[in-house]
């Protein structure tokens, strides 16, 4: 009797991944994402440990739920060493799935600490989240690290590897598309004309920190300098425009060579972004990794480094 071919979706979810490209891929997410946590949260080290205890500007809204209105100043350090301690344990594989719960919930409340003090609720936090929820539902824990080594535990499937890695870089490819359909649907037509959204964006953040005594913005003012072009603020609209609307395309691209080349230019997207208006994206791709099989860049570093044991295998 045979076998009825496998659909669509079967294909597209369970037939992309070896198993074990979920553990590097978890490796190296979670390295990256040590690095992620403390670009965000170096900030509230500025705030004395020995100082007062500040009342939040405008508490985030779980802070509010919680009653949480003022700050711990000194519990801002140990809360960023015991995230950066739970990513490493997280990237090693070593209590996994604990090491995600306490990303999780450290993560929320330096977000939280944050975002209350700048009275902004801001959403950097947003696909990470999504991707670490994913991960903690897989069966990453099981095989690419300390535990899975230790306790001798048999590879898991492909199928079993492949579904979480999809479930992300859907999401991923997702979260751009979606920010085009945001842009459209709060500006319309006017981000594109005359310059339109972009340059006003542009504005707001080159002026929002003032002027200096030469008259030129204190800050960004580069981004300044671009606003004075609406041509070309039109075109870089449209490119935009264009790199939301298509990404999602690098779903079905097989070839490591041309996601790298898309996610380059995803890269090159933030970057912009961080250098004109302070968009605090910069390190985000690092999600990236979630699109490759990472097993031979990690044996490939092996070598290199003359390793004689893998780093989490």
């Not at 074990?20 to 997410?29: I, N, S, T, W």
């Not at 801002?76 to 799935?97: E, I, Q, S, Y």
């Not at 310059?195 to 080159?206: T, V």
Request: charge should be positive; include cysteine; proline fraction near 5%.
């Amino acid at each position: 009797m045979s076998q009825s071919k496998p659909s669509f979706w079967d294909r597209f979810f369970f037939d992309w991944h070896a198993g074990e490209a979920l553990g590097a891929a978890r490796l190296y997410f979670g390295f990256g994402l040590a690095i992620y946590v403390i670009t965000q949260y170096m900030q509230l080290l500025l705030i004395s440990p020995a100082g007062p205890h500040f009342l939040f500007t405008l508490p985030i809204w779980y802070f509010e739920l919680l009653g949480i209105e003022h700050n711990l100043p000194w519990l801002n350090a140990p809360a960023l060493l015991l995230l950066v301690l739970a990513c490493g344990f997280f990237a090693l594989g070593r209590h996994t799935k604990t090491a995600i719960i306490a990303i999780l919930v450290l993560m929320f409340y330096l977000k939280g600490v944050r975002d209350s003090f700048s009275g902004d609720v801001h959403h950097r936090e947003v696909p990470i989240v999504a991707i670490l929820v994913l991960f903690l539902v897989s069966k990453c824990d099981q095989v690419f690290g300390i535990d899975a080594r230790r306790k001798g535990l048999a590879p898991i499937a492909d199928w079993e590897g492949s579904w979480p890695l999809r479930a992300m870089q859907v999401y991923i490819a997702l979260f751009y598309f979606w920010a085009l359909v945001a842009k459209l649907r709060v500006s319309g037509l006017y981000w594109f004309e005359n310059g339109g959204h972009i340059q006003d964006m542009l504005l707001a953040r080159s002026l929002r920190d003032g002027l200096g005594p030469d008259g030129a913005p204190v800050n960004l003012s580069l981004a300044y300098d671009l606003a004075q072009h609406p041509i070309r603020t039109f075109w870089i609209g449209a490119g935009v425009f264009a790199f939301e609307l298509l990404f999602p395309l690098i779903l079905f691209v097989r070839h490591w060579k041309l996601k790298l080349f898309m996610l380059l230019g995803a890269t090159a997207f933030h970057l912009s972004n961080y250098f004109l208006m302070n968009v605090q994206f910069f390190f985000y791709p690092f999600v990236f990794v979630t699109f490759f099989d990472m097993r031979p860049l990690h044996g490939w570093l092996r070598r290199a480094l003359r390793l004689s044991q893998p780093l989490a295998a």
